[in-house]
């Protein structure tokens, strides 16, 4: 099987390496690094699940599904985040004075984030449909439903080939429809995607720049902080070009 290369600028440290610094600016540092983590697990899989190709149900749906499910874990995590850094404005004891300097200059975006319109959608999503599981909530769609909401049932003798419409369009579809329903701006579904993926894409910039300033003031206490080129090599079904359409959505069988 061919190979292809991926390319790093590596840095080869241990906790040691961090003893200057105090165990609460640590911490920070490694919450912002696992937060860092999965955002980019989860652009590089979001990059892969967009396709240019109309297909007839049940393949929409699986792919449209696996999108959306994504896209709505992102976003609940995204929530977390936001809330995570919010958290710091108390400044906890410990956090030294450059560390909490660095985390000051972006309590105004988050701010700003949380009182704009994207938020609110983003919470919605998230405490309705990516990360809780809610009777209630089930029960308040049932009653806004219509006749003839989408029910159908794709069955295969794969699990993970299985498909039942029924609740993407229950607690996911009919969500934004009653969201839509209350604000006369989504009254065009395609303009509340926007708004929530804009947001969501602003968090992860917000994120990316303060993870990069972070990451600095953590390297300039470092005895040793050189960089060295390095290259791996990894089979080629392990690099996708980007923007490509290649995650998979069906298991042979």
Known sequence: MSQAIVHFHELKVDRSALSALSN????????????SNELNVFSNLLSTTHSSVEYSNPVSFAKILQHNVLLRTLSANLY????????????PKGVSEELDGILSRYYSRTSKLKKSIGY??????RNEVASHYNYSDAKRNVRAAQDDLDASVYLSSKDGN??????????????LIRFSEANAKYKDA?????DW????????KLFK????????????????????????????????????????LFVEG
């Open 80 to 91: 977390e985040a936001l809330d995570f850094l919010d958290d710091l404005r108390t400044k």
């Open 209 to 248: 720049d303060l993870n990069a300033e972070v990451f600095g003031f953590v390297t300039d206490k470092l005895e040793n902080h050189e960089f060295r080129k390095t290259h791996y090599f990894v089979e080629q079904n392990m690099m996708i070009k980007n923007g490509a359409e290649l995650l998979p």
């Open 197 to 204: 993926l804009g947001w969501s894409l602003k968090v992860v």
């Open 120 to 125: 609110s959608i983003n919470r919605n999503i």
């Open 24 to 35: 609460e600016d640590v911490a920070i540092y490694g919450m912002l690094s696992h937060i």
């Open 190 to 194: 395609d303009t509340l995607a926007e």
């Open 162 to 175: 299985t498909y039942f419409v029924f609740g993407e369009q229950l607690m996911f579809v009919q969500r």
